[in-house]
């Protein structure tokens, strides 16, 4: 903890500019690799459902009484802070998918760096598809750059895609540094890459940048332990201010307002949640019958080939495949006789035909 808080001191005390740029990078990878020892592998088991959204905000938000709306959950609500000590879970039924909705425990200011309960609250964290950022519309905005620091610091990274750099380690021949090809390349010095990678005992390497990163992309690509999950700010409480204090918030990103006591917008949140989540329904066919509309296949937009249909169902099924009749906007015709590959879109009907 101590060394963590001396490198952020001496982070904080050293001016940005290009002289002090190498300095920089080499503190923030010591930095990384500090906390790296820091996040626990999580003690927490997989999703109950099809997906797994996480409430995260600072104590007395209004995590627990949202919770309690959507789901009818029980988790002990109180107007004093740290309520919640143990994770609560819920399941949400939304457009046929089950959602399990963890009320994480209040994270408090170093919770990256061990304190409180955080590392075990950031460490469920890291396992949600998406996270819900609560926020109080009563206390200051500096308050989603406090939870979106610690969150960065546990390698948790918000809305973000991973970076556009090459890197492979080799056995010889120094560091080979390619700039951005598709522009400029303004962070990131070949002195700089150096000094980065020299933290990590690294002297030989390809290093190729497909866009203008920065040395904390660098070393996000080098560490290999970042995960990039997709936020929604909700900012509960809206019943508790003015229209014009309501204006002023709605100019910020990802941002749905709600009333959690009030039971307002809150469809306007799981709708934001469902987008944000990007999953794709799927329904089975048996053959002869018709299709089973209520309990469909939810897979990530992403892992949505017939082969991870397959897989869902029974880990077996794909050795007897033989092809697949689809019904649905990725069909060019209906059926479509289609392979493992084929692509599958939402709510997609498919029939597995097994070899004989």
């Given amino acids: 903890m101590e060394k963590i808080a001396a490198i952020e001191l001496e982070m904080s005390r050293t001016q940005k500019n290009k002289a002090t740029a190498t300095h920089l990078g080499s503190l923030k990878a010591k930095l990384a690799k500090l906390r790296r020892d820091l996040i626990e592998p999580s003690g927490s088991s997989g999703p109950t459902g099809d997906c797994r959204v996480g409430l995260v905000g600072f104590p007395s938000v209004g995590k627990s009484t949202l919770l ?9 609500v109180a107007a004093y802070e740290f309520t919640t000590l143990t994770c609560i879970p819920g399941v949400i039924r939304y457009r046929g998918a089950k959602i399990q909705l963890l009320d994480l425990p209040g994270i408090i200011e170093g919770a990256k760096d061990g304190k409180g309960r955080g590392r ?4 469920t964290a890291r396992t949600c598809n998406v996270i819900v950022i609560t926020l109080d519309a009563l206390k200051p905005l500096t308050h989603k750059k406090l939870i979106e620091h610690e969150l960065f610091g546990m390698g948790i990274r918000l809305n973000k895609e991973p970076p556009k750099i090459t890197f492979n380690r080799k056995e010889k021949g120094g560091i080979a540094y390619v700039p951005n090809n598709n522009g400029e390349t303004t962070f990131l010095d070949e002195e700089t890459v150096k000094s980065i990678l020299a933290e990590y005992k690294i002297h030989h390497a390809d290093v190729k940048l497909h866009e203008d990163a920065t040395d904390e992309d660098l070393i996000d690509v080098i560490e290999g ?8 700010y909700a900012i509960n409480k809206i019943d508790q201010i003015t ?3 309501l204006d002023i918030l709605s100019k910020m990103k990802h941002y749905v307002p709600i009333s959690a ?6 469809d306007g949140l799981l709708e934001t949640v469902w987008d944000y989540l990007d999953m794709v329904r799927v329904y089975t066919k048996p053959r002869g019958e018709t299709p089973d509309y209520d309990d469909p296949v939810v897979l990530p ?7 991870d249909f397959c897989n869902r169902l029974h880990k077996g099924i794909i050795k007897s495949f033989k092809t697949a009749l689809v019904y649905g906007l990725s069909a060019k015709h209906r059926p479509q006789r289609v392979g493992k590959e084929h692509v599958l879109e939402d709510e997609d009907v498919v029939q597995i035909v097994k070899k004989a």
Avoid: C, D, M
Avoid at 68 to 76: I, V
Avoid at 120 to 123: A, L, N, R, T, W
Avoid at 301 to 307: F, I, M, P, Q, S
């Fill in 68 to 76: 309690n709306k959507l789901t009818g959950t029980f988790s002990e």
């Fill in 225 to 232: 332990s970042r995960v990039y999950i997709p936020a929604v």
């Fill in 261 to 266: 006591h009030k039971e307002w917008n809150l």
């Fill in 120 to 123: 075990q609250v950031i460490s």
């Fill in 243 to 245: 229209v014009e204090e």
């Fill in 301 to 307: 937009r992403k892992k949505a080939t017939v082969e």
